[in-house]
């Protein structure tokens, strides 16, 4: 959001094309579209290689050699997202900021994520350019259209935003830092309600600067990032726009990044975000937005737009942004600082693991018994009642319910469900009525029997589970298959990723927090790991990354980025291959963001043609009392849409029942 100082590095993919004569262009570009049908690769070649200043003075020059308006012409020969993106270069920034906020509220329903995009990533300059072209190209005032069109909260941050009055004096105070952090605390964390003014009054005015190093002191006083508090204290348009609104203060391009990658991702794209990030960056920071986005998702911006797009929309995406990224390249120095940071941030966190089951009130485990009995006797079954109990009650409740049933009526439970219910929601139920170490156990050996070994369920569990699961998983696996786990996994593996797997399954994990020093040494370690054969450099990764604390491992990989300048992820992506690079990539995502690294599990089974079940159900099932609600949030931060929209969607497709996609949205534990 802060303007760029002078002496500052051009971050633009476009830039003024040399020897410009603009009479020339707008000859050229009046023959490509003169006659029956148009020149599209001169039109495509011409505009996305001119810079906005440029592109005017062609305008100029097409009015003074022929009498007609360029941007009418353009209309009239191109169509759909081909011309939206033309027209919108074709524009100054200001006026396309101002087009795209007028369709954002014009007609019926208003486009809350284009208002929120454009006003909470502006500065002061490009905010004043904006209201000035918008009452110049339409006569109205733009603060009463958006004020006519929004209302609550979120109106007032927006009519705060529009006024283009953020502090911009990098000098800061530090006894206003501490109070600011205070208040905001007081505002919501520690306050019954939560003072909404107070975050508009701060987060609307305050410097970004001055804002950054309130962002940390928020996170000392209250042992969690401010965008938590907002999740948890705010909603709706106006939670959303404080959150963008923190996400320009921290870093404008990573912030684009993400946007980009939520208008392309899933099914469909989000045509009218990605033309107005595109366009609307050229000229500012897409050189920064592509390193981000290859930070955050491990993919190029290019390499996402080819695989997304069509024809000629498709090549003048890909000629705006202006290159494809090596995958492993080294970092910009902006995107360096954003990645140690991210490290930091991710070693200082406090999460509050939050489980979406609990345990029932009033519980009654012969009640309980006596239901579920009932509702198996006799012809057909009362599977709402099964569901109703069973996702409602806590493990240790289940528990309890099982013993309830053999001694009341000297009958086994889980057999019984076997034989009353099927399919996915048979495998549910039961999951759900096993320990915690027990549906591990399972899971593993699952994993491993029958023609084939799936990897990624082995990896998930054994990468995301601590050392008391893993002993506990090691018992029950015993007990219920008379070999031990390592065993079973040495049988089934080979190679290097065995050699992990084994590792991890020893549940002797280090504990405690990080050593500095030694964190140093052991980034040291796997910076000269990146040098060696691939034998070498499997080893040296594995004797840190499979033996460190979760919290040393932070502190590891931030060293990681200041002694190489690269992403450990990345040259983990770019050095490594098949199921022993997954592994590492598990560990290393878990370590960053255990609940991120869960969503995209969840997202990845759901996606595409036909659903992967099992995937569903054992995250689901073991992350339940867990983490789901993080999960949940984490979801719906990353793809835009609810884990519970999601399951409604896709449980109903392929070989799933109903009762399954309703125990499975119990369990979820509601809409986000």
């Given at each position: 959001m802060a303007a760029k100082g002078k002496g500052a590095r051009y971050r633009g993919s476009v830039v003024a094309f040399p020897d410009f004569d603009p009479n020339a262009d707008a000859e050229a570009l009046y023959k490509a579209m003169k006659g029956i049908g148009s020149d599209k690769e001169t039109i495509l070649d011409l505009i996305t290689s001119r810079n906005n200043a440029q592109r005017q003075e062609i305008c100029t020059a097409y009015?003074?050699?022929?009498?007609?308006?360029?941007?009418?012409?353009?209309?009239?020969?191109?169509?759909?997202?081909?011309?939206?993106?033309?027209?919108?270069?074709?524009?100054p920034p200001a006026y396309?900021?101002?087009?795209?906020?007028?369709?954002?509220?014009?007609?019926?329903?208003?486009?809350?994520?284009?208002?929120?995009?454009?006003?909470?990533?502006?500065?002061?300059?490009?905010?004043?350019?904006?209201?000035?072209?918008?009452?110049?190209?339409?006569?109205?005032?733009?603060e009463d259209d958006v004020t006519g069109d929004t209302s609550g909260h979120f109106k007032k941050m927006l009519v705060v935003l529009l006024q283009g009055t953020r502090e911009d004096d990098d000098v800061v105070s530090e006894d206003l830092v501490a109070q600011d952090a205070q208040e905001l605390y007081e505002a919501g964390e520690a306050k019954w309600g939560t003072d909404e003014a107070k975050f508009i009054t701060i987060l609307g005015?305050?410097?970004?600067?001055?804002?950054?190093?309130?962002?940390?002191?928020?996170?000392?006083?209250?042992?969690?990032?401010?965008?938590?508090?907002?999740?948890?204290?705010?909603?709706?348009?106006?939670?959303?726009?404080?959150?963008?609104?923190?996400?320009?203060?921290?870093?404008?391009?990573?912030?684009?990044?993400?946007?980009?990658?939520k208008s392309m991702k899933g099914l469909g794209t989000a045509d009218n975000s990605l033309i107005r990030i595109m366009v609307s960056r050229s000229e500012i920071d897409m050189l920064d937005i592509r390193e981000m986005f290859r930070l955050r998702y491990e993919k190029s911006l290019y390499?996402?737009?080819?695989?997304?797009?069509?024809?000629?929309?498709?090549?003048?995406?890909?000629?705006?942004?202006?290159?494809?990224?090596?995958?492993?390249?080294?970092?910009?120095?902006?995107?360096?600082?954003?990645?140690?940071?991210?490290?930091?941030?991710?070693?200082?966190?406090?999460?509050?693991?939050?489980?979406?089951?609990?345990?029932?009130?009033?519980?009654n485990p012969q009640k309980d018994a006596e239901a579920l009995r009932k509702?198996?006797?006799?012809?057909?079954?009362?599977?709402?009642?099964?569901?109703?109990?069973?996702?409602?009650?806590?493990?240790?409740q289940?528990?309890?319910?099982?013993?309830?049933?053999?001694?009341?009526?000297?009958?086994?439970?889980?057999?019984?469900?076997?034989?009353?219910?099927?399919?996915?929601?048979?495998?549910?139920?039961?999951g759900l009525m096993m320990t915690p170490a027990q549906f591990d156990a399972k899971q593993m050996k699952k994993a491993m029997e029958g023609a084939g070994t799936n990897e990624k369920a082995?990896?998930?569990?054994?990468?995301?589970?601590?050392?008391?699961?893993?002993?506990?998983?090691?018992?029950?696996?015993?007990?219920?298959?008379?070999?031990?786990?390592?065993?079973?996994?040495?049988?089934?593996?080979?190679?290097?990723?065995?050699?992990?797997?084994?590792?991890?399954?020893?549940?002797?994990?280090?504990?405690?927090?990080?050593?500095?020093?030694?964190?140093?040494?052991?980034?040291?370690?796997?910076?000269?790991?990146?040098?060696?054969?691939?034998?070498?450099?499997?080893?040296?990764?594995?004797?840190?990354?499979?033996?460190?604390?979760?919290?040393?491992?932070?502190?590891?990989?931030?060293?990681?980025?200041?002694?190489?300048?690269?992403?450990?992820?990345?040259v983990i992506r770019k050095a490594m291959s098949g199921d022993l690079k997954d592994a590492f990539i598990a560990i290393v995502q878990s370590v960053k963001n255990m609940p991120t690294y869960f969503a995209d599990r969840l997202y990845k089974s759901m996606k595409g043609l036909g659903t992967?079940?099992?995937?569903?159900?054992?995250?689901?099932?073991?992350?339940?009392?867990?983490?789901?609600?993080?999960?949940?949030?984490?979801?719906?931060?990353l793809h835009d849409v609810s884990l519970h929209e999601s399951i409604k969607v896709e449980a109903l497709c392929g070989d799933t029942s109903g009762d399954y996609r309703k125990a499975l949205l119990l369990i979820c534990g509601g809409e986000d």
């Open positions: 009015k003074s050699l022929h009498g007609k308006d360029l941007i009418g012409d353009l209309k009239y020969e191109l169509t759909g997202k081909f011309e939206r993106l033309i027209i919108g270069l074709m524009r396309h900021d101002a087009k795209e906020i007028k369709d954002a509220i014009e007609g019926i329903g208003t486009d809350e994520k284009c208002l929120i995009e454009i006003l909470a990533s502006r500065n002061n300059k490009q905010t004043h350019d904006l209201v000035n072209a918008y009452k110049d190209a339409y006569g109205r005032n733009l005015n305050r410097s970004v600067t001055h804002l950054q190093l309130v962002f940390d002191e928020y996170q000392r006083i209250a042992e969690k990032e401010i965008e938590d508090s907002i999740r948890g204290e705010l909603s709706g348009d106006f939670e959303r726009l404080m959150l963008a609104v923190v996400d320009c203060i921290r870093s404008v391009p990573m912030y684009f990044s993400k946007r980009l990658y390499s996402m737009i080819k695989d997304d797009t069509s024809g000629e929309y498709k090549r003048a995406l890909l000629k705006l942004c202006g290159g494809d990224d090596d995958l492993a390249g080294e970092f910009f120095p902006e995107a360096a600082q954003l990645a140690y940071r991210m490290w930091e941030v991710s070693s200082m966190r406090k999460i509050e693991l939050r489980g979406t089951i609990h345990p029932a009130a009033n519980f509702a198996m006797k006799g012809f057909g079954t009362d599977e709402d009642t099964i569901i109703n109990i069973i996702s409602q009650r806590s493990n240790a289940r528990q309890e319910i099982l013993q309830a049933f053999k001694s009341t009526f000297g009958r086994n439970l889980m057999a019984d469900f076997k034989s009353e219910i099927s399919g996915e929601f048979c495998k549910l139920i039961l082995l990896i998930e569990i054994l990468a995301t589970r601590n050392n008391q699961e893993i002993l506990a998983m090691n018992e029950a696996y015993k007990e219920a298959y008379h070999k031990s786990l390592e065993d079973a996994i040495t049988s089934d593996t080979s190679g290097h990723f065995c050699r992990v797997l084994v590792s991890l399954v020893q549940g002797n994990r280090e504990e405690g927090q990080a050593d500095l020093e030694r964190a140093e040494e052991d980034a040291k370690e796997l910076s000269d790991g990146c040098n060696d054969d691939s034998s070498s450099m499997e080893t040296r990764f594995m004797s840190i990354l499979c033996t460190r604390s979760y919290p040393h491992l932070r502190k590891v990989f931030q060293e990681f980025v200041k002694c190489t300048n690269k992403d450990i992820e990345q992967d079940e099992r995937t569903l159900t054992r995250i689901m099932v073991s992350r339940s009392e867990m983490d789901l609600l993080n999960i949940r949030r984490e979801y719906k931060e």
